[in-house]
């Protein structure tokens, strides 16, 4: 089992709707949590971190995290053709800070 | 531009020759991370200092790859004898230690070819 597992899409949604994106993890030692988006030949930019359960809103974004069931996702409100990209969940090791990533997800969001 | 700065941002080697990259980390960042990404994949994990001090470096690492931070600032990433397998993206990130999280932001790479 992967560390961190995101189902790779891609996921396409119309202009406007919510998409919603999801990541599970295994190490329950893990205590914050990151999304990075990131645009094709570009690098991972970070766009929320949550380390308590519950929601945590930016904007038109918000993450959540349920840590009994070792799951976070994000939420894309009010999703715009600028937003598709590759969605990066990652999970820092317990024990150092080096950021385990998922695969990624890859979001379309068309007119 | 998260403020962490890497070069070259390309570089077309022959397999065998010795590639260099180096990265500035925002400059009151004491963290700083190599990865490693393929297309397809999520950044992979190879080392990361704080200050000056390697502490961690993955198996992904073999003894062809050296990394160093002198005196704390700049980084660099060498390859020794590049194979094609090592065409990827070389993702810097640096970061504050923090007690809770740690958010780190990622330079803008440099996409290694090897023909």
């Known amino acids: 089992q992967k560390e961190v597992e995101q189902n790779s899409g891609p996921l396409s949604v119309p202009e406007g709707a919510i998409a919603s994106l999801n990541c599970t993890y295994s190490d329950r030692g893990s205590q914050s949590f990151f999304w990075y988006r990131q645009y094709s030949g570009k690098s991972p930019e970070l766009i929320m971190f949550i380390y308590s359960n519950g929601d945590k809103e930016d904007g038109r974004f918000t993450a959540q995290l349920n840590k009994a069931s070792q799951y976070v996702s994000l939420l894309i409100r009010d999703s715009q053709p600028s937003d598709s990209a590759t969605y990066l969940c990652a999970a820092p090791n317990q024990y150092t800070d080096k950021l385990i990533f998922g695969t990624g997800t890859r979001l379309q969001v068309f007119p | 531009d998260t403020g962490v700065s890497q070069d070259p941002r390309h570089k077309i080697t022959k397999r065998g020759q010795n590639v260099t990259f180096r990265c500035d980390p925002i400059s009151e960042h004491n963290r700083l991370y190599w990865y490693r990404q393929t297309l397809g994949q999520g950044p992979e994990f190879l080392t990361y200092f704080q200050n000056e001090a390697q502490l961690e470096k993955s198996r992904l690492l073999s003894d062809r790859f050296s990394a160093e931070r002198p005196k704390g600032s700049f980084s660099t990433l060498e390859i020794q004898r590049t194979e094609q397998g090592d065409s990827a993206m070389y993702l810097c990130?640096?970061?504050?230690?923090?007690?809770?999280?740690?958010?780190?932001?990622f330079g803008p790479g440099t996409r290694l070819t090897v023909l």
């Open positions: 990130a640096s970061s504050l230690d923090r007690e809770v999280y740690n958010e780190q932001f």
